[in-house]
T-cell receptor, first 116, second 113 residues
Framework: GAVVSQHPSWVICKSGTSVKIECRSLDFQATTMFWYRQFPKQSLMLMATSNEGSKATYEQGVEKDKFLINHASLTLSTLTVTSAHPEDSSFYIC????????????FGDGTRLSIL | DQQVKQNSPSLSVQEGRISILNCDYTNSMFDYFLWYKKYPAEGPTFLISISSIKDKNEDGRFTVFLNKSAKHLSLHIVPSQPGDSAVYFCAAVPSTGANNLFFGTGTRLTVIP
């Protein structure tokens, strides 16, 4: 149980393109979903937290107009990187949690984004 | 500011022996701790967690110990198996109502057959 599917797993695109990443909880309802970014040889850094039906809460330093998050249902959240540039190239990973903060987050397999 | 630290980037252990992975934290507001295992090109997989009201939690071969006074937790794997080879992350959740996980930088465990 507790499977989170993230799609696509790898994206290569030109600078200026917008890229959408989907995160789905397959066998549970995710009241909260999280988006992380991982730089090489560093730990996962939280970008934003989203609750179903409400606006995402962004961490300090994360541009909300750059990284659009939509959490339209209890099983789907999307992250759109708008007008992506090479510095946006990174590993993006989502997680989902049902219930309270003392429940574990379950992670997708991540998306490797490469902007040329 | 790294609030959760894993000072050993790598660890090698012989199959059948005990693996001990360590994690230190600085924020006294953390009250829930988790260990995740990560294989290359996959997302982290939840392994085991512990609440700050406990000092030990056991699940099969995996045991997590929490020393609140030292702000230290450890994951013991016994007996270690080659399939345990992966990167292990510890993570912490604060009690202040925030939802996010604070991750350590990970320890790469290699279990030698």
């Amino acid at each position: 149980g507790a499977v989170v599917s993230q799609h696509p797993s790898w994206v290569i695109c030109k600078s200026g393109t917008s890229v959408k990443i989907e995160c789905r909880s397959l066998d549970f309802q995710a009241t909260t979903m999280f988006w992380y970014r991982q730089f090489p040889k560093q730990s996962l850094m939280l970008m934003a937290t989203s609750n179903e039906g409400s606006k995402a809460t962004y961490e300090q330093g994360v541009e909300k107009d750059k990284f659009l998050i939509n959490h339209a249902s209890l099983t789907l959240s999307t992250l759109t990187v708008t007008s992506a540039h090479p510095e946006d190239s990174s590993f993006y990973i989502c997680s989902a949690r049902s219930g309270r903060g003392d429940q574990p987050q379950h992670f997708g397999d991540g998306t490797r984004l490469s902007i040329l | 500011d790294q609030q959760v630290k894993q000072n050993s980037p790598s660890l090698s252990v012989q199959e059948g022996r005990i693996s001990i992975l360590n994690c230190d934290y600085t924020n006294s507001m953390f009250d829930y701790f988790l260990w995740y295992k990560k294989y290359p090109a996959e997302g982290p997989t939840f392994l085991i967690s512990i609440s700050s009201i406990k000092d030990k939690n056991e699940d099969g071969r995996f045991t997590v110990f929490l020393n609140k006074s030292a702000k230290h937790l450890s994951l013991h794997i016994v007996p270690s198996q080659p399939g345990d080879s992966a990167v292990y992350f510890c993570a912490a959740v604060p009690s202040t109502g925030a939802n996010n996980l604070f991750f350590g930088t990970g320890t790469r465990l290699t279990v030698i057959p």
